[in-house]
């Protein structure tokens, strides 16, 4: 048993698995927000940096000639950072914390008077970080990120 173990789970195939994964994450993000119209918040933006930031160390870790313990160190920051966006927007979601003004749909700074009414002209505010308009089985977007 322990033989066919480690013939499925060698280091390239965790590491193709773990690629596939992030992938099908990017994706399914956008399929939820062009198929559903689960448009996104800055949050939700957020959270997917972290996962391309994993696709690309899945990328990394198949084709770079790093030690398994590097590959899985710099594994770390894009899923602790993802994880870290999503649990504070779940919190947020909850009431348990205050979410920053910027998550207020469209509360971002301008720079001058063109980019005040360039917004009017083209406005499409973004939602509210806080607000959950979509779920899966119960549960947010930034919940399933956790």
């Known amino acids: 048993m322990k ?5 499925f789970w060698t280091e390239e195939r965790l590491w193709t698995l773990f690629l596939l994964g992030s992938l099908g994450l ?7 927000e ?3 119209d689960a448009k996104p918040c800055k949050m939700c933006w957020e959270q997917r940096y972290g996962h391309w930031g994993m696709v690309v ?14 590959k899985r160190l710099l594994l770390l920051v894009p899923v602790l950072y993802s994880g870290y966006v999503g649990m504070y927007q779940s919190l947020g ?9 910027s998550c207020r749909g469209n509360a971002g700074g301008l720079a001058s008077a063109d980019d005040l009414l360039s917004s009017f002209e083209n406005f499409k505010a973004a ?9 899966i089985f119960g549960l947010s977007f930034a919940q399933w990120n956790v």
Do not use: H, M, R
Request: charge should be negative; charged fraction near 10%; hydrophobic fraction near 60%.
């Open 3 to 7: 033989k066919l173990l480690n013939y």
């Open 26 to 32: 990017v994706i399914a993000a956008f399929i939820f």
């Open 34 to 36: 062009y198929g559903f």
């Open 57 to 70: 160390i899945g990328l990394a870790g198949l084709t770079l000639p790093l030690s398994f313990l590097w």
């Open 93 to 101: 979601q909850f009431g348990l914390v205050e979410l920053p003004a």
């Open 127 to 135: 939602p509210d970080c806080a607000a959950v308009d979509f779920t």
